[in-house]
Nanobody, 123 residues
Framework: QVQLVESGGGLVQPGGSLRLSCAASGFTFSTNTMSWYRQTPGKGRELVATIHSSGGITIYEDSVKGRFTISRDNAKNTVSLQMTGLKPEDTAVYFC????????????????WGQGTQVTVSS
């Protein structure tokens, strides 16, 4: 079955950096587009960044452009999110998932989410 295990979160001061990792199993990782999402209390999951299967195309939401970098290692079935210039509004639980599109509507591919990793940005 699909397993997604996120790690690397923590407490960091504004302006600081963190690197999140996601280990994936149970599906053919190398052929899937992967994304990072985040969720805060009372809000739904928000798409943060996406990387295509080969790693050649990356897409970022405006709020994180220039600060976050998504990457992947298809040999290790991992996807990472390097976060710099962190702001208090980046505080959230971060999740990874594959991303799929149907009739030009895109969203998370798997219903089996991991536990996520908490990122807290605070002084």
């Amino acid at each position: 079955q699909v397993q997604l295990v996120e790690s690397g979160g923590g407490l960091v001061q504004p302006g600081g950096s963190l690197r999140l990792s996601c280990a994936a199993s149970g599906f053919t990782f190398s052929t899937n587009t992967m994304s990072w999402y985040r969720q805060t209390p009372g809000k739904g999951r928000e798409l943060v960044a996406t990387i295509h299967s080969s790693g050649g195309i990356t897409i970022y939401e405006d709020s994180v452009k220039g600060r976050f970098t998504i990457s992947r290692d298809n040999a290790k079935n991992t996807v990472s999110l390097q976060m710099t210039g962190l702001k208090p509004e980046d505080t959230a639980v971060y999740f990874c998932n594959a991303r799929a599109c149907l009739n030009y509507v895109c969203g998370p591919k798997y219903t089996d989410w991991g536990q996520g990793t908490q990122v807290t940005v605070s002084s």
